[in-house]
């Protein structure tokens, strides 16, 4: 036996792990020629920087408001709330009713095929393109910024709905078929009713979303709100107190909804 | 109490709720509707117009065409801002998931800064940091790609803290019980255990991130969405409609290669 140390391979390599560096090799060296590739021409980075930093101290420790008053704000706040709410409700009520023809266990092969393959092209438009696009043939306003909306929460919502459908134990469907239940009662009765705490669990997490788009929608595609208001803060007044005071607003609305998101996902997890 | 009359009884409790939660909804969609001026005919009309509109207008023609390289080259900068800014986010949020999550921190008071820091990044939208940054980058390519990475950096914590949560604590325990210290459990052991999902959602930001940059463009005067906004505004809609193809096309592409990439890694 030689004394020469032997190197024991500790990791072998597969499939997946060649995919896995592949991949990474590939991101990281993407984000490394990005720093040459990118034109970052007049930008000092230096004092950019330097001013972020102040405008966030201020915009966190002095944000006042001199456009609206606070009645104002809060009421421009439940307008965008009620606009992701609005999109939410109308894309669930759709989701729900096609949601049993995209789930596997449910309907034949062909059908899910076209509606998993519709979503996927809705959902590869950026909301803020179907508003805009929406607002040419309804006006700016919330019945543009609802409709591009929904498109989005229908999608998603959809393919959420349909794979906690597929979640359903074949046995039970099975056994429900044999007894004679039709396929609406089927769905109606077994399917919906034993997958309800989920539902209602990406439902809160879309309407999370949703508030979010509505304050994107906005800023960016002219849906009224709080959205609008940080725009014209920024973009027309460049107010810093004011951006900082909208964003707290923003904020704290965001957070109780990140609360009550993870409640009810924890609950659901409870349940099971 | 019968057997019969006590299934009828769950009926009825069953339809009450079911009921109730109906009315809820209801209300919430009529109140909702009022506040904001929500017009329900017109939104009925609208969508078969807005169709049959696009169908007539939003097609991109030979004219529109001629942008085809100029869009190519800003969906390029776009592809390049999302991968840039997800794998940024990712290093730091490595960094802020390990020391945040309660199998790997150091100090419960780092912990829950990182947390804290987290929360931050994430519950503040991205539009938000767009209009943040826009006061001191301004119109600037830097000025899309750090409300991404900021955005991305609060999402991928926490993803990637469950994710710590969940693949790392048998290797953790297994190794701090042979005696490596935290630096050797964390290279060694909490790293190549949460690889292969940290990687998935790191696909799974850069096409969301596509879609964004499109949003933050339009905001800070940047990409592709500049180009959309510009198209757009001026009414050159076969332009714009190029712009959305090319966007389609991009997303589904980035979708099906890291759907397959991730059936493989996973």
Request: one cysteine or more; charged letters at 10%.
């Amino acid at each position: 036996m030689s004394d020469a140390p032997r190197i024991i391979r500790l990791r072998k390599p597969t499939r997946s792990s060649v995919a896995l560096n592949l991949t990474l090799a590939f991101l990281v060296g993407t984000t490394v020629a990005g720093f040459f590739l990118l034109d970052t021409k007049g930008v000092d980075v230096g004092s950019a920087s330097l001013k972020l930093w102040t405008d966030l101290a201020n915009m966190f420790t002095h944000p006042s408001a001199q456009h609206f008053g606070f009645g104002e704000a809060l009421w421009a706040l439940l307008v965008t709330v009620c606009l992701g709410a609005l999109t939410t409700v109308i894309g669930a009520a759709f989701a729900i009713i096609v949601g049993p023809f995209a789930a596997k266990n449910l309907s034949p092969a062909p059908v899910v095929a076209i509606l998993k393959g519709f979503t996927a092209l809705i959902r590869a438009i950026p909301t803020v393109l179907w508003v805009l696009i929406f607002a040419i043939g309804a006006g700016l306003g919330s019945v543009a910024a609802v409709v591009g909306m929904t498109f989005h929460s229908f999608s998603y919502l959809l393919k959420a709905y349909s794979e906690a459908f597929e979640e359903i134990d074949g046995d039970v469907i099975e056994a429900l078929k044999a007894s004679g239940a039709n396929w609406c009662q089927i769905v109606c009765q077994a399917v919906i009713p034993s997958s309800m705490s989920s539902l209602v669990s990406w439902t809160f997490m879309r309407f999370e979303i949703n508030f979010t788009n509505a304050v994107a929608m906005g800023a960016a595609a002219g849906a009224g709100g709080i959205g609008f208001d940080l725009f014209m803060a920024s973009g027309f007044y460049f107010n810093i107190g004011e951006v900082g005071y909208i964003t707290w607003l923003i904020m704290i609305v965001a957070i109780a909804l990140e609360v009550g998101a993870t409640r009810l996902q924890r609950s659901q997890h409870v349940e099971r | 109490m019968s057997r019969d009359s006590a299934v009828r009884d769950m009926f009825r409790r069953r339809n009450l709720v079911a009921a109730a939660s109906l009315a809820l909804v209801a209300a919430l969609t009529l109140g909702s509707s009022a506040l904001t001026q929500f017009d329900w005919p017109a939104c009925l009309t609208s969508v078969p117009k807005a169709f049959a509109w696009m169908a007539a207008n939003f097609v991109p023609n030979a004219r529109a065409l001629r942008n085809a390289p100029n869009v190519a080259q800003k969906l390029a900068e776009t592809v390049l801002v999302s991968i840039m800014a997800t794998m940024l986010a990712a290093v730091a949020a490595f960094a802020v998931a390990i020391l945040g999550s309660r199998t790997t921190r150091l100090h419960p008071a780092i912990s829950i800064l990182a947390r804290l820091l987290a929360s931050l990044c994430r519950n503040i939208p991205v539009v938000a940091w767009a209009m943040i940054l826009l006061l001191s980058f301004g119109q600037n390519v830097l000025t899309g790609l750090l409300a991404l990475f900021i955005g991305t950096l609060g999402y991928l914590t926490r993803a990637f803290t469950e994710v710590v949560d969940e693949a790392a604590k048998s290797p953790v325990e297994a190794l701090t019980a042979s005696g490596a210290t935290w630096l050797q459990t964390v290279a060694q052991g909490v790293i190549p255990s949460i690889l292969p999902q940290t990687a998935s959602w790191m696909l799974y930001m850069v096409e969301t991130n596509i879609r964004d940059a499109t949003l933050v463009g339009i905001l800070t005067g940047t990409g592709v969405g500049f180009l959309f906004d510009l198209y757009y505004k001026s009414m050159n809609y076969p332009s714009a409609a190029l712009v959305v193809l090319g966007i389609i096309l991009l997303v589904v592409t980035i979708e099906t290669a890291s759907n397959a990439l991730r059936r493989v890694i996973l």
